[in-house]
């Protein structure tokens, strides 16, 4: 049978009813009702079926007097009797964030306030029908008209789940999809703590101590939990990517990958997929990105397509504004390389302004890095990181192309500075860095206080505008040292270049001709185009590059 891709289809029902292929996943909803736990939380990448394993799970439980049994027929959850005994018994508050990516706290409470009205729309047969006390309804007319205060916002879920399980004499299932996205944008626009605050308050008062709850799962990127979302909340469960209990719940199996796209019988085609959309490991086990797998079967090219459905804002704002990615680790990574780093799963934003290290543990929760070698030592989770496949590495490159072009105006200028490494040509080559480093020190605060991150991203946006053609290495051992940048040809008879990078020591009250000096005596005594040289480089540039604020000095050694 020919698998139709639901593209765009996030709701279960007109998924189902609409004859759209559906890998099932619906084993998801018989290991939720068995677990023990009153809360559960699943943070997983975007793209990856959050919201339509929530869907799912909303249609299996919520209480209608319509029966919605087609929906499940041969399905995994309907041959499971403890399951099938919870259909259709639970009232059920479905809440979900993810469009809420607001640039000011004012923006984001009216959002989140509009998606709680269209929640109380939902069950506005409880005024209708008088089934509430005076007060409530007036407080539940607030919230229907997005008139209400905070602090009525704060109890909302808590008092409607009370509402419910009053009027239909059983407990409530709450659930509630990307609950982090408005907390990303608090972060990235600078009101991270009254976000924080806010959903603090409404999951607290929904979620903890709430004798009404049967049943809350939540779904996100990020597992914030220090941020005290959920402080004192001891019923909830975290299954992050690294757990094996729900590892295929979200994502396909290569085996699931097989089976829809014909590639079973065409080992050619399933090789290819693999590079493109495999790489990410859940629990130990292997995952596609679905998303671009559904894309790939409705237009039968490999393309990024995860990559291209949201903004790489906070990536960029991260690697770039930030100045995190500009580093030795990142250009191993963008190089094909894994790096060492500690994981924190229960991720504290803040932590991303003070530790350089946090932002690989978030970018592997996003989905941007893939997992292999754990270990844990003294409670210390460890991993080996890399780019899981090419379409996670594109995205890398976009976010270092598009700085670089902000620093040199546009694409011709980028070509320009790459041909002046190129031809050895000092003077353009300064010029070219020196209008980098003005427009972009003033525009990158954290690069302005370390500028050396500043200069290595230079390197960074080499490494990706030479990519196919040339390697370009940093603090590479070559000859006698380790030259700060090496530009090697992949073909013989191509020019190579090395340069030096120095920052006059004001300590030693160093002048920028001193500096150039001694990168340039480096360079000759340490013997750092002996690589190149020997790779069929032809011809060597030996460069010797000065930095000092926003002013630049560049020489080129004579042969």
Not at 83 to 96: C, E, G, M, T
Not at 201 to 225: E, H, I, Q, Y
Not at 486 to 494: A, D, E, S, T
Not at 528 to 536: H, K, N, S
Request: charged share 25%; proline share 4%; hydrophobic share 45%.
């Amino acid at each position: 049978m020919h698998f139709v891709p639901p593209i765009g289809i996030s709701d279960f029902r007109d998924l189902r009813e609409a004859g759209a292929g559906y890998v099932d996943k619906t084993a998801f909803i018989s290991r939720v009702l068995a677990e023990p736990a009153q809360v559960l939380l699943f943070p997983r990448p975007r793209r990856f079926g959050k919201t339509l394993n929530l869907s799912a799970l909303s249609y299996f439980l919520e209480k209608t007097t319509e029966d919605l049994s087609h929906l499940f027929h041969g399905l995994d959850v309907w041959s499971d009797p403890a399951a099938r005994a919870r259909f259709q018994q639970h009232p059920v508050l479905f809440v979900s964030f993810k469009d809420i990516k607001a640039s000011s706290y004012d923006l984001t409470f009216r959002g989140v306030r509009g998606v709680l009205q269209a929640v109380f729309r939902r069950h506005r047969y409880l005024l209708e029908e008088a089934a509430l006390k005076a007060d409530e309804a007036r407080e539940f007319e607030r919230l229907l008209n997005a008139e209400a205060p905070e602090e009525e916002c704060w109890r909302s879920l808590r008092n409607l789940s009370g509402y419910l399980a009053r009027y239909h004499q059983q407990k409530v299932v709450i659930l509630i999809d990307e609950y982090d996205t408005p907390i990303q944008a608090g972060f990235l626009h600078g009101f991270l703590d009254d976000v924080v605050q806010l959903f603090r308050n409404m999951f607290s008062a929904g979620l903890k101590d709430n004798t009404d709850l049967f049943k809350g799962v939540l779904t996100g990127v990020l597992r914030v939990s220090r941020e005290s979302l959920f402080s004192g909340l001891n019923n909830l469960i975290v299954h992050s990517i690294l757990g094996e209990q729900h590892a295929a719940s979200f994502g396909f199996t290569e085996p699931e990958v097989a089976a829809i796209t014909g590639a079973d019988a065409q080992p050619e085609r399933l090789d290819e997929l693999r590079a493109w959309y495999d790489g990410y490991l859940f629990g130990g086990r292997v995952i596609y990105n679905p998303w671009s797998i559904l894309n790939y079967i409705h237009t039968g090219k490999v393309m990024p397509y995860w990559v291209n459905t949201s903004s790489n804002d906070l990536i960029y704002d991260l690697l770039v504004r930030r100045g995190m990615g500009l580093s030795h680790d990142m250009e191993r990574l963008l190089s094909g390389g894994a790096i060492e780093a500690r994981i924190d799963e229960g991720l504290v934003l803040r932590d991303l302004d003070q530790r350089a290290d946090a932002v690989w543990s978030f970018l592997l929760l996003a989905g941007y890095l893939k997992p292999s070698g754990l270990r844990v030592t003294m409670g210390v989770v460890e991993a080996s990181l890399s780019v899981p496949n090419l379409e996670v590495m594109l995205a890398f490159k976009d976010v270092f192309q598009i700085w670089l072009s902000r620093g040199l105006t546009d694409r011709q200028h980028v070509e320009a500075l790459v041909r002046s490494v190129l031809r050895g040509d000092a003077e353009q080559l300064e010029a070219l860095l020196e209008r980098l480093l003005v427009t972009m020190m003033s525009f990158q605060d954290a690069a302005g206080r370390e500028p050396e991150k500043l200069y290595h991203g230079f390197i960074l946006g080499l490494l990706v505008a030479l990519e196919g053609r040339y390697e370009v290495r940093s603090n590479r051992e070559s000859g006698f040292g380790r030259a700060d940048v090496l530009v090697r040809p992949k073909q013989p008879g191509q020019p190579g270049a090395v340069l030096e990078l120095k920052v006059p020591s004001r300590r030693r009250g160093e002048t920028p001709e001193q500096a150039l000096d001694a990168a340039a005596r480096q360079i000759r005594e340490r013997g750092y185009a002996a690589e190149l040289r020997a790779a069929g480089a032809s011809p060597v540039h030996e460069i010797a590059v000065a930095f000092d604020g926003k002013r630049v000095w560049a020489r080129t050694l004579e042969a």
